[in-house]
């Protein structure tokens, strides 16, 4: 069983920046393509940036050449630094791991963006 826990949502102003971070608790983290969904209220969830094991990460158009997605694994911790934060980022963002047709979530960190 993949455990997975999020950490560093927050509110931030329009133009600032936060870290999220998840803490996975799993033996092997570094064959786990890892993953940030968010949902908004209202809306479907979301893939916001893939890390895989190994090759190329992957964003989606909203949020690229603004977040990065970025993997620790000895520590086994996946970031997403999110730097110039629009009100339309807000949402509950949550930590995914992938392998072998299984997946884990994490509870979700809330980000909010608001004057």
């Known amino acids: 069983q993949v455990q997975l826990v999020e950490s560093g949502g927050g509110l931030v102003q329009p133009g600032g920046s936060l870290r999220l971070s998840c803490a996975a608790s799993?033996?092997?983290?570094?064959?786990?393509?890892m993953g940030w969904y968010r949902q908004a209220p209202g809306k479907q969830r979301e893939l916001v940036a893939g890390i895989p094991s190994f090759g190329s990460t992957n964003y989606a158009d909203s949020v690229k050449g603004r977040f990065t997605i970025s993997r620790d694994n000895a520590k086994k911790i996946v970031y997403l630094q999110m730097n110039s934060l629009e009100p339309e980022d807000t949402a509950v963002y949550y930590c995914n791991a992938k392998y072998a047709g299984s997946q884990y979530w994490g509870q979700g960190t809330q980000v909010t963006v608001s004057s």
């Open positions: 799993v033996s092997l983290f570094s064959i786990y393509t």
